[in-house]
T-cell receptor, first 113, second 109 residues
Framework: NAGVTQTPKFQVLKTGQSMTLQCAQDMNHNSMYWYRQDPGMGLRLIYYSASEGTTDKGEVPNGYNVSRLNKREFSLRLESAAPSQTSVYFC????????????FGDGTRLSIL | AQRVTQPEKLLSVFKGAPVELKCNYSYSGSPELFWYVQYSRQRLQLLLRHISRESIKGFTADLNKGETSFHLKKPFAQEEDSAMYYCALSGYAGNMLTFGGGTRLMVKP
């Protein structure tokens, strides 16, 4: 079982470049999330999608856009990367029955120079 | 606003010693609290939830609403418990979790 799959695993960008982080889940979950993880700050929610066709801002949405392409896929886009967006990005999904987020991807380590 | 505080960034204990990872929260309603664990080179995974009152891998956590705490405890630490631990809170907004800053637990032989 793949669970939640993120690509790429590593990426280095220059300031101002754009890129899209891909995420897919094979568990038929309704809810999907994007978090960023920074030292000492835990995980902070960027955007989430409660169901196919809907997206909402989380705690730190500035500088990001998302697309819930279908029930399986939820992508995160950086239109103009900034050094402050250097972080580890995690995609996650949940079946919405409970209030926890049950399944995380392996993460994407993104460095912006 | 909801907030989760883990006051210790690093906790180092010897094998067999008791462990307590502290978590305090701020939330005006009735939250659900969780502990997540991330072992080296593995994905973040749910360890336990307060509503289940369960013990996982010997860990327990009790929600203390008076002290707004949800400390994670284990009576005898094992080397394989070494990992990053995150406390998280879910309020009314569905599955929107707020995470603490994390505590790295190191269990020395």
């Amino acid at each position: 079982n793949a669970g939640v799959t993120q690509t790429p695993k590593f990426q280095v960008l220059k300031t101002g470049q754009s890129m899209t982080l891909q995420c897919a889940q094979d568990m038929n979950h309704n809810s999907m999330y994007w978090y960023r993880q920074d030292p000492g700050m835990g995980l902070r929610l960027i955007y989430y999608s409660a169901s196919e066709g809907t997206t909402d801002k989380g705690e730190v949405p500035n500088g990001y856009n998302v697309s819930r392409l279908n029930k399986r896929e939820f992508s995160l886009r950086l239109e103009s990367a900034a050094p402050s967006q250097t972080s580890v990005y995690f995609c996650a999904s949940s079946d919405s029955r409970g209030r926890e987020v049950g399944h995380f991807g392996d993460g994407t380590r993104l460095s912006i120079l | 606003a909801q907030r989760v505080t883990q006051p210790e960034k690093l906790l180092s204990v010897f094998k067999g010693a008791p462990v307590e990872l502290k978590c305090n929260y701020s939330y005006s309603g009735s939250p659900e609290l969780f502990w997540y664990v991330q072992y080296s080179r593995q994905r973040l995974q749910l360890l336990l939830r307060h509503i289940s009152r369960e013990s996982i891998k010997g860990f327990t956590a009790d929600l203390n609403k008076g002290e707004t705490s949800f400390h994670l405890k284990k009576p005898f630490a094992q080397e394989e418990d070494s990992a990053m631990y995150y406390c998280a809170l879910s309020g009314y907004a569905g599955n929107m979790l707020t995470f603490g800053g994390g505590t790295r637990l190191m269990v020395k032989p």
